[in-house]
């Protein structure tokens, strides 16, 4: 029987690299599929992986349906055994809708990879979907550190190297953006539940341990 597998993770916990192993190990056993990704940091229409892997995709956007472009392809004469999707946490509720419903009603495996929060802490809608929905939710298990070693459970935003907690769900950025990419400089960065809560990037860390230490007389 198809299944729908979510896997998930923070940022740097290996999810594109998984998934592109995963295209990998089902096409070597003579499988074809079907790749999809959402405003990857590569650009449109491509998977990539910080490991420097690539793989062209489909691009998603809102108005993607993925039920009509996988009956209209089968329709076509094509084979579509499995389906990849990365950047799920950009799809729309409806979506993984339709991809549930590709999983059911033709027994096509889809292979889900996403974040489960925003730089709020708050779900992503189309991860919310996917954990009600999938039938298998997998929890990657290498692990992404923040700055202070500790396991990294929080996905933090910064703007010109400020943490924010507020604004536009989705900007795309990466954690290796400059200052010459965009006029506000966007980064991301994964952080334990303590510094996230007390907006302690590593840099703001740094710039506290290197703080002259006060006169000892006032």
Not at 30 to 53: E, Q, Y
Not at 65 to 79: H, P
Not at 97 to 115: P, R, S, Y
Request: aromatic residues 8%; glycine residues 6%.
């Amino acid at each position: 029987m198809a299944e729908l597998h979510f896997f998930t993770g923070t940022m740097d916990s290996g999810k594109s690299t998984l998934a592109l192993q995963t295209n990998h190990n089902h096409a070597a056993r003579g499988r074809v599929g079907r790749i999809f990704t959402a405003m990857d940091r590569a650009g449109r229409a491509m998977l990539s992986s910080r490991l420097g892997l690539t793989h062209e995709a489909i691009e998603v956007d809102g108005e993607f349906d993925f039920w009509r472009y996988v009956v209209d392809s089968l329709t076509r004469g094509a084979r579509i055994d499995y389906v990849i999707c990365d950047e799920c946490q950009f799809y729309t509720r409806d979506q993984i809708d339709q991809l549930a419903k590709v999983v059911d009603e033709l027994q096509i495996d889809v292979f889900a990879f996403g974040i489960l929060t925003d730089f709020r802490s708050e779900l992503f809608p189309g991860s919310a979907r996917l954990v009600e929905l999938a039938d298998r939710t997998h929890v990657l298990q290498v692990e992404a550190l923040c700055w202070c070693g500790k396991r990294a459970t929080h996905n933090a935003r910064t703007e010109n190297g400020v943490m924010v907690v507020e604004g536009e769900v989705i900007v795309v950025g990466d954690v290796d953006q400059s200052a010459s990419e965009a006029e506000t400089e966007v980064a991301y960065e994964v952080l334990c539940r303590q510094h996230h809560r007390r907006r302690l990037t590593a840099a703001r860390a740094k710039a506290v341990s290197m703080a002259p230490e006060p006169l000892p007389f006032g």
